[in-house]
């Protein structure tokens, strides 16, 4: 298993700000994710973070708007820039450990955007 | 046409019923399935991987069907602590790319 911290827990943003999340692995583990899930919505793929390089990014989403960092096997950032409410979602950090083929989750970044 | 369907519910039982979700996928190409809970305002948890076969877990059985392309959970004797969303989750690639269903929300009544 892993244990996985994100912080913030939650935050209230103004439009057009930045905000970053953190996301701390408790092991080292070779595949990192981010996810968002909106209100009522399930979860969406937003990139793989890679270690030491940048993150592979799926459809619709972008490096400009979510840069993401990883500079190490436990810990990675996501920054959502530019906020506008439609970006009002939790962002949840995940993990894949290899043996199981489970995904963990952090317990997500509540984010609201005014 | 979304990768990953499933009935949103709710679906309302008392305890003690039988209750079956199902998923389709549409990529023919996917080879792993799994079935994850996620409880209000919680993180998702894997409930069980789904194989080939078909697996069972205590309550809990899961059925794949590739021809058709669909994935089931059947919960037998439902308890209040089942009230939850089911996550139909399905992979490609190695489980790197994991694709969520929308969820299906269960609530059990007394």
């Known amino acids: 298993s892993a244990v996985i911290s994100q912080k913030p827990s939650r935050d209230i943003c103004q439009r057009g700000t930045s905000l970053t999340i953190q996301c701390q692995v408790d092991?080292?583990?070779?595949?990192m994710f981010w996810y968002r899930q909106q209100p009522g919505q399930s979860l969406t793929l937003i990139a793989t973070?890679?270690?030491?390089?940048?993150?592979?990014?799926e459809s619709g989403f972008v490096i400009d708007k979510f840069p993401i960092s990883r500079p190490n096997l436990t810990f990675s950032t996501l920054t959502v820039s530019n906020m506008s409410p439609e970006d009002s979602s939790i962002y949840l950090c995940?993990?894949?450990?290899?043996?199981?083929?489970?995904?963990?989750f952090g317990e997500g970044s509540r984010l609201t955007v005014l | 046409r979304k990768e990953v369907e499933q009935d949103p519910g709710p679906f309302n039982v008392p305890e003690g019923a039988t209750v079956a979700f199902n998923c389709t996928y549409s990529?023919?190409?996917?080879?792993?399935f799994f079935w994850y809970r996620q409880d209000c305002r919680k993180e998702p948890k894997l409930l069980m991987s789904?194989?080939?076969s078909g697996n069972e877990d205590g309550r809990f059985t899961a059925q794949l069907n590739r021809a058709s392309q669909y994935i089931s959970l059947l919960i037998r004797d439902s308890k209040l602590s089942d009230s939850a969303t089911y996550l139909c989750?399905?992979?490609?690639?190695?489980?790197?790319?994991?694709?969520f269903g929308a969820g299906t929300r269960l609530t059990v009544k007394p």
């Open positions: 995940s993990v894949l450990t290899l043996a199981s083929g489970e995904l963990f």
């Open positions: 092991s080292q583990v070779t595949m």
């Open positions: 973070a890679n270690q030491g390089s940048e993150a592979t990014y």
């Open positions: 990529n023919s190409a996917s080879q792993s």
């Open positions: 789904v194989y080939s």
């Open positions: 989750v399905v992979s490609v690639y190695n489980n790197n790319d994991m694709r």
